[in-house]
């Protein structure tokens, strides 16, 4: 790896080589994020049928789906048969001869039986950082059962606290928040490794997995159960912790309205016409506000469904009171703010607009580097045949 290149700019981790093994959302993800950090990724893929992302549409683009190319953009693509000796050779060769990292998300024990496992290649190459992102994890009964994001949401809590309750249905957080934030950590242990490398001049076997990752995003509750042994119910748009802090109906659209302070409330209460509110000592503190949230919220709503949106609004934004509409994609795509941030970004080759990283160097955001490859597209460049 050269990191002469890679001082400044927004393109830090210029230089690096990413071996991808990975399908449907997690390891693909993080594979995007470090390339438009400037890695050079490598995605291998089953050269019959690719990545089953591939195929998760409509919508379609150029015959590939939409949240394939969302996953995808700015990697060089590979079609290799691991089953085929020779093609899992040809990659072992390039990634003791290239990679600087591999990320794999296949099924418990697949990349051991190819000679493609963690603990093989760093025999060979002890300076390779190896992301090993697993279904449930390492260990444990389930260490071998299969998983994915919605399996995750249930399996790991985060469904008993989103949606209604009150016997509603369970709901589903409505992005793979779980495969996403796996490939997130997965990206953190592998930059966290690489500093790490500066010094020892060796790699390390990093891993995670989505239950995991389902049980860190549980931090909050899991806290609270094991300070107080409640099991609280879902509220909604709201949260447990905080009162108001929630969606209202207005007359003419959902205003998403978060008063974190006493002093916000107080703020809130005045610029609805209901400034006794504060002094009561039923809502005086937010402790308070959620032991008589029953109370309080039907209070709120009776008063909010009958304001226009904007006049709301303007009044809560005159006086700090943190607020935002209820957006749909179409208005999140065409709001000024969104257009200023220049985030949904137009790739080369007329490629599909997607969404770049929520990060800027120096001011620059990292751009799209060409669209998603197609199945083997890069084949020969990366792969020879055994001699």
């Known amino acids: 790896m ?6 400044g700019g927004s393109k830090p981790l210029e230089g690096l080589t990413v071996v991808e093994i990975g399908h449907s959302v997690a390891a693909p993800y993080a594979g995007l994020v470090l390339s438009d950090l400037g890695a050079e990724v490598i995605k291998v893929e089953n050269p019959k049928a690719g990545d089953t992302a591939r195929g998760w549409g409509p919508p379609f683009w150029d015959n590939d789906a939409s949240l394939f190319h969302a996953l995808n953009r700015g990697k060089k693509g590979l079609a290799v048969d691991l089953g085929d000796s020779q093609q899992a050779s040809a990659l072992k060769r390039l990634i003791l001869g290239r990679a600087d990292v591999v990320i794999q998300n296949l099924r418990a024990g697949a990349v051991d039986a190819y000679g493609l496992g963690a603990e093989a290649l760093r025999r060979e190459k002890p ?24 399996l995750m949401q249930a399996f790991g809590g985060l469904m008993s606290v989103t949606g209604e309750g009150r016997g509603r249905p369970p709901v589903r957080v409505g992005v793979s ?12 242990g592998i930059l966290a490794s690489l500093f790490e490398r500066a010094s020892s001049k060796r790699g390390s076997i ?12 549980m931090a909050v509750p899991m806290a609270a159960y094991q300070a107080s ?7 909604g748009s709201g949260t447990a912790e905080i009162v108001p802090y929630q969606c209202f109906m207005t007359r003419d659209g959902w205003l998403m309205i978060a008063v974190g302070s006493d002093g916000l409330f107080s703020k809130f209460s005045a610029a ?11 809502f005086a503190t937010n402790g308070n506000r959620v032991a008589n949230r029953d109370v309080l919220l039907p209070m709120i709503e009776d008063i909010v469904r009958h304001q226009p949106l904007t006049d709301l609004m303007e009044r809560l934004d005159a006086v700090g009171v943190p607020n935002a509409p209820l957006q749909t994609i179409d208005q999140v795509a065409a709001h000024p703010q969104t257009q200023e941030l220049g985030i949904v970004q137009t790739g080369p080759k007329k490629a599909l607009p997607l969404m770049g990283l929520p990060l800027s160097f120096d001011g ?3 751009a799209l580097k060409w669209p998603t490859p197609a199945l083997g597209e890069h084949n020969s460049q990366f792969l020879k045949k055994d001699d």
């Not at 300076?127 to 919605?150: H, N, Q, T, V």
């Not at 016409?273 to 000592?281: F, L, Q, S, T, Y």
């Open 364 to 366: 620059t955001r990292p």
């Open 206 to 217: 990093v891993q995670t997995s989505l239950f995991e990752t389902a049980l860190a995003w």
């Open 127 to 150: 300076e390779l950082i190896y992301c090993d992102l697993s279904a449930f994890g390492g260990g444990g009964p389930l260490a071998d059962k299969p998983g994915y994001d919605p």
């Open 272 to 282: 609805l016409g209901c400034p006794d509110w504060a002094a009561d000592p039923r």
């Open 2 to 7: 050269d990191l002469k290149k890679s001082q």
């Open 177 to 188: 928040i779980v495969d996403m934030g796996a490939g997130m950590w997965a990206v953190i």
């Open 229 to 235: 042994g409640e099991l609280r119910p879902p509220y």
